[in-house]
């Protein structure tokens, strides 16, 4: 028997509408494994037992009362950028450490409608800026299948929540790339709506035009059952889009039959060394055993979106981060004038990368800069989506890898140039607003590895073909079944 655990959303929402379990037991088992295992894997900033345990009591009520809940019962790991009213709400940020938020974001609070218990708030790259959760100021989040490693970033703790059986759906937001990269690391699937698809309203801004909530999950039926629960217009969100949503768990397929399946000339994977070559070229042979036509594609721009993207996000971030001044929330280091006190408590409050990433910002947009650097950036951000649409024209979907490695060891990569290059293959897909997501492909032994560590397959999509981009995806997983294959190492963190 399957330990109510680690079951999935689906499974667990099945047997709570049925009766066969409450989410009252569900909740106590999973707060119990919280309270075994997260002291060494370190998922959550605030564990929300009393509040998680008064949610399960409501939804076992509402499912007596006739409700038909899609998520009723399922253990919700939201990353600690979004709110949730009455619950400390810190980006993983000094200068949020101690702020209550006053409200719910839309994606939580749609999720709770439809049953969902939140079991706590993730951590995660402090302001989401980050590929490695390694810059969260509060907490540090270990890897489930190496504690010695990164669980990737920016939602890191969500990720490795769901991979270490602390929630059955972790909401993570993805800039560039931090709900695929943690996904690949962690053994999910990490999925990125369309830019615009699920409300933004309730998420800690760090750049609005490339923002996005999406799910974490152990099953691909699971991300798109969130996925159904959260998406849709929010009239609270000015960039939330007004178009009918297609539904997606309903519509999953088990072959790629009719799919024509690009892949990018411009990606080759030789250059990220024999393992993962074989990896991925043995995946793109997967696609074409289910049905799919392979195709190949030019993306001749997407070699320039790490330098798009750390323009554009890093000013948006600038703009964004101002509000933190010591004056309105948040932390507050006194001084004789206002000055100062903005000074020291920007100095106090913000850790080395969100300072890093705030000054590069600030610069692009300075006069006499901006035409030369943040101008010039949207212009080849319009290319880059340009290159996409003829790629489209001639495929459903595109095949290329989701991270140019497998999770490194805490600290390998800590000069920024190193770290930026691993949204290498993520960010041309935010730039574009495209729907993407993560599904395991295999695994490999990193160098200095004593254990295989999992590796992504990406799947991206045109604008708004979340139910074709989840259809292929849920095929291509049980196809293959690289993700049951091997389970985190949940003994070695009770150790």
């Excluded at 006499?368 to 649409?389: H, N, S």
Aim: overall charge negative; glycine content about 10%; aromatic content about 8%.
């Amino acid at each position: 028997m399957i330990a109510n655990i680690e079951k999935s959303a689906t499974q667990i929402a099945k047997e709570v509408r049925s009766g066969d379990v409450s989410a009252a037991e569900i909740i106590e088992d999973t707060l119990a494994h919280v309270d075994s295992i997260d002291g060494t894997v370190g998922a959550y900033l605030t564990v929300l037992a009393d509040v998680a345990r008064a949610q399960a009591v409501r939804v076992d009520e509402r499912v007596r009362n006739g409700e038909r809940l899609p998520l009723a019962g399922v253990p919700l790991a939201v990353k600690d950028n979004m709110c949730l009213e009455g619950t400390r709400t810190t980006c993983g940020s000094k200068i949020l450490e101690r702020w209550i938020a006053p409200y719910t974001a839309t994606a939580v609070a749609r999720m709770l409608d439809a049953g969902a218990v939140a079991i706590g708030k993730a951590n995660c790259d402090e302001f989401a800026m980050g590929s490695s959760c390694e810059n969260s100021a509060l907490g540090v989040t270990r890897n489930p299948y190496d504690l010695a490693r990164v669980p990737g970033g920016s939602s890191g703790g969500s990720a490795a929540a769901v991979a270490a059986y602390e929630a059955a759906i972790g909401l993570g937001s993805d800039t560039g790339g931090s709900i695929r990269e943690p996904g690949a690391f962690c053994n999910l699937i990490g999925f990125k709506p369309t830019y615009g698809r699920v409300s933004r309203y309730g998420l800690i801004a760090f750049a609005s035009s490339l923002d996005q909530i999406g799910p974490l999950t152990r099953t691909v039926q699971d991300a798109a059952l969130a996925y159904d629960a959260m998406a849709g217009f929010d009239v609270m969100d000015a960039t939330s889009i007004d178009r009918p949503v297609e539904p997606t768990a309903g519509a999953l397929r088990d072959d790629l039959r009719g799919l024509k399946i690009g892949i990018v000339r411009e990606f080759d994977t030789k250059a990220l060394g024999d393992d993962l070559d074989a990896i991925y070229s043995r995946a793109y042979r997967d696609l074409e055993r289910l049905g799919a036509e392979l195709i190949e594609v030019s993306l001749p721009t997407a070699d320039y979106g790490v330098a798009t993207y750390y323009l554009i996000a890093p000013a948006e971030c600038s703009s964004n981060l101002a509000r933190f001044d010591g004056v309105r929330y948040g932390l507050r280091v006194e001084a004789d004038d206002v000055q100062t006190m903005y000074e020291r408590t920007r100095a106090a409050g913000f850790g080395p990368e969100v300072k890093r990433r705030i000054l590069i910002g600030t610069y692009a947009l300075s006069s006499g800069y901006y035409d030369a650097y943040y101008v010039r950036a949207q212009k080849a951000r319009t290319l880059i989506a340009r290159d996409f649409e003829r790629a489209f024209a001639q495929c459903d979907l595109i095949a290329c890898p989701a991270t140019s490695c497998a999770a490194f060891e805490f600290g390998a990569k800590s000069d920024p140039y190193s770290m930026y290059l691993m949204d290498y293959y993520t960010i041309p897909m935010a730039l574009a607003g495209l729907p993407a997501l993560s599904v395991p492909c295999g695994w490999c032994t990193p160098a200095g590895g004593s254990a295989p560590m999992p590796v992504g397959l990406q799947l991206c999509g045109p604008l708004f073909a979340e139910k074709l981009l989840l259809g292929a995806a849920h095929a291509y997983e049980r196809a293959t079944d690289h993700a049951r294959s091997r389970k985190p190492m949940l003994e070695s963190a009770r150790a």
